[in-house]
């Protein structure tokens, strides 16, 4: 399946892509299935909605109650304005009334009518919502389930069981020039051609939509990447939640300022400067701010600290390596969710910064000239060495250990590019075993470590 730049990348708010920016899809999906449903106005009273799995079990911490009453007022997540999230709840709160455009007034006491489901998640994916609508009685007029499988993406009982099997490919898709599965089929496309594998992606992007309109979306993914970095070394406080974390990236970063200022930096001050960078993006995901998925909102702080590095620390850079970067990475980024999963509830954060990590590895190799063989290496390098790692948030925050985790993803993926551009593009192990790797170690996680803040750092430090 086809997976564009645009969905890789899509701009939302915090803190969570699959708990927050996901189940408000989710809902803007659902009052658009009402809309459709013949004598529903007869009937529909009122609207509930029941979180399973991850969702229930760190939806307090991530939001994902806020984020449903959000979407059942018509908000969307490209276009919400986080200062006016407050007074939209609190308005739901006193009126528990819904004015859906299209469909009757519902009933919706945002206290009560959001469920936590703390029992067994949904066969098919640990994030589920099951919305319903009851009559006058209490008798249910309709019932349906939606899954949020990671990066914002929503998707239905019918598309989830067809993504997964093979025999039954998705036929509603033009024909791409380059319809690389793999990373193996996209290696051998890119000889045949030959294609870089940022220009592979360019043209099949351009299946969708014309040249400029590419070009003029991946600059704007890049500006809100950067104005949200550019908003964290900003800002300071404590982060919402309870667990009192201080902002850090904005006092960092002055000191580098100062630092710099010196004759004496240190050589790894680079080094600083990446984690600077990603830990602002991941401080505004936690605060709720403006951020863009990259892939997932976890992880929205490694591509963009990369990126920014690239044009702030690498002689030569330009709007059009920034460009390379971006479909070079979404590239991997829907190699790997094809093929494996960037949902910490389904494999841990292997999934997230992991694969955020591998994306940005193969993104800077590609902005600074790699071949598409070295390229791949750079990728499965990072990949490779955020196998295994759990997604244990405490209290259920994007806070702990997430931010400070981005900034390694970020420090792992220049790692990664400059090992690669060192080498030939000639390696051990394939990034597509790598990625099958990955998918086998998160089936085999056990589920307290995958997202529901039941084992890990999230019991083993208490949250005071």
Same mark, same amino acid.
């Given at each position: 399946?086809?997976?564009?730049?645009?969905?890789?990348?899509?701009?939302?708010?915090?803190?969570?892509?699959?708990?927050?920016?996901?189940?408000?899809?989710?809902?803007?999906?659902?009052?658009?299935?009402?809309?459709?449903?013949?004598?529903?106005?007869?009937?529909?009273?009122?609207?509930?909605?029941?979180?399973?799995?991850?969702?229930?079990? +760190?939806?307090?911490?991530?939001?994902?109650?806020?984020?449903?009453?959000?979407?059942?007022?018509?908000?969307?997540?490209?276009?919400?304005?986080?200062?006016?999230?407050?007074?939209?709840?609190?308005?739901?709160?006193?009126?528990?009334?819904?004015?859906?455009?299209?469909?009757?007034?519902?009933?919706?006491?945002?206290?009560?009518?959001?469920?936590?489901?703390?029992?067994?998640?949904?066969?098919?994916?640990?994030?589920?919502?099951?919305?319903?609508?009851?009559?006058?009685?209490?008798?249910?007029?309709?019932?349906?389930?939606?899954?949020?499988?990671?990066?914002?993406?929503?998707?239905?009982?019918?598309?989830?069981?067809?993504?997964?099997?093979?025999?039954?490919?998705?036929?509603? !898709?033009?024909?791409?020039?380059? %319809?690389?599965?793999?990373?193996?089929?996209?290696?051998?496309?890119?000889?045949?051609?030959?294609?870089?594998?940022?220009?592979?992606?360019?043209?099949?992007?351009? &299946?969708?939509? @014309?040249?400029?309109?590419?070009?003029?979306?991946?600059?704007?993914?890049?500006?809100?990447?950067?104005?949200?970095?550019?908003?964290?070394?900003?800002?300071?406080?404590?982060?919402?939640?309870?667990?009192?974390?201080?902002?850090?990236?904005?006092?960092?970063?002055?000191?580098?300022?100062?630092?710099?200022?010196?004759?004496?930096?240190?050589?790894?001050?680079?080094?600083?400067?990446?984690?600077?960078?990603?830990?602002?993006?991941?401080?505004?995901?936690?605060?709720?701010?403006?951020?863009?998925?990259?892939? &997932?909102?976890?992880?929205?702080?490694?591509?963009?600290?990369?990126?920014?590095?690239?044009? @702030?620390?690498?002689? @030569?850079?330009?709007?059009?390596?920034?460009?390379?970067?971006?479909?070079?990475?979404?590239?991997?980024?829907?190699?790997?969710?094809?093929?494996?999963?960037?949902?910490?509830?389904?494999?841990?954060? !292997?999934?997230?910064?992991?694969?955020?990590?591998?994306?940005?590895?193969?993104?800077?190799?590609?902005?600074?000239?790699? &071949?598409?063989?070295?390229?791949?290496?750079?990728?499965?390098?990072?990949?490779?060495?955020?196998?295994?790692?759990?997604?244990? %948030?405490?209290?259920?925050?994007?806070?702990?250990?997430?931010?400070?985790?981005?900034?390694?993803?970020?420090?792992?993926?220049?790692?990664?590019?400059?090992?690669?551009?060192?080498?030939?593009?000639?390696?051990?192990?394939?990034?597509?075993?790598?990625?099958?790797?990955?998918?086998? +170690?998160?089936? @085999?996680?056990?589920?307290?470590?995958?997202?529901?803040?039941?084992?890990?750092?999230?019991?083993?430090?208490?949250?005071?």
């Amino acid at each position: 399946m086809f997976i564009s730049v645009f969905d890789i990348f899509k701009i939302g708010v915090g803190p969570s892509s699959s708990h927050t920016v996901g189940p408000m899809v989710a809902v803007s999906r659902y009052l658009d299935r009402l809309r459709d449903l013949p004598g529903l106005a007869d009937r529909a009273e009122r609207i509930t909605v029941t979180l399973h799995g991850s969702l229930a079990f +760190t939806g307090k911490g991530h939001a994902t109650d806020q984020a449903v009453s959000l979407g059942l007022l018509g908000a969307m997540p490209d276009t919400l304005d986080p200062d006016a999230v407050s007074g939209m709840i609190e308005g739901l709160r006193q009126e528990k009334m819904l004015h859906p455009e299209g469909l009757p007034a519902l009933r919706f006491d945002p206290d009560v009518d959001v469920v936590f489901d703390y029992g067994p998640a949904l066969p098919l994916h640990a994030n589920a919502m099951t919305f319903k609508v009851h009559g006058a009685n209490g008798d249910v007029v309709d019932e349906f389930v939606y899954y949020s499988i990671g990066g914002g993406f929503v998707v239905t009982e019918a598309e989830l069981r067809n993504t997964r099997n093979e025999e039954e490919p998705i036929t509603d !898709q033009p024909e791409f020039p380059f %319809p690389f599965k793999n990373a193996k089929q996209m290696l051998e496309m890119g000889k045949a051609t030959p294609c870089t594998i940022a220009e592979m992606k360019f043209r099949n992007e351009c &299946t969708l939509q @014309d040249e400029e309109a590419v070009r003029q979306g991946l600059d704007r993914i890049w500006s809100a990447m950067d104005a949200c970095i550019n908003r964290g070394i900003r800002e300071g406080g404590i982060l919402p939640g309870g667990l009192k974390v201080k902002r850090r990236a904005a006092d960092i970063y002055q000191k580098l300022i100062r630092e710099g200022r010196t004759n004496r930096p240190f050589e790894h001050t680079v080094v600083d400067w990446l984690g600077v960078y990603a830990m602002a993006v991941n401080e505004e995901n936690a605060a709720g701010g403006r951020v863009v998925t990259a892939p &997932t909102n976890g992880a929205a702080g490694v591509i963009p600290a990369v990126m920014r590095y690239y044009l @702030d620390h690498c002689p @030569d850079a330009n709007q059009e390596g920034i460009r390379t970067f971006l479909l070079t990475a979404a590239a991997i980024g829907g190699i790997i969710k094809s093929n494996a999963s960037i949902s910490g509830a389904e494999v841990g954060c !292997q999934g997230e910064v992991g694969s955020a990590s591998s994306m940005a590895a193969a993104g800077l190799c590609a902005a600074l000239g790699g &071949t598409n063989e070295q390229i791949e290496n750079a990728a499965e390098i990072a990949l490779e060495h955020h196998l295994g790692m759990t997604c244990d %948030p405490i209290a259920g925050l994007v806070q702990v250990p997430c931010i400070e985790r981005n900034a390694l993803g970020a420090v792992k993926a220049v790692t990664a590019a400059s090992l690669a551009l060192r080498g030939d593009g000639s390696h051990f192990v394939p990034l597509d075993g790598c990625i099958e790797t990955m998918r086998q +170690t998160g089936m @085999d996680m056990m589920d307290q470590y995958k997202e529901t803040s039941r084992g890990g750092l999230a019991v083993n430090i208490v949250a005071c």
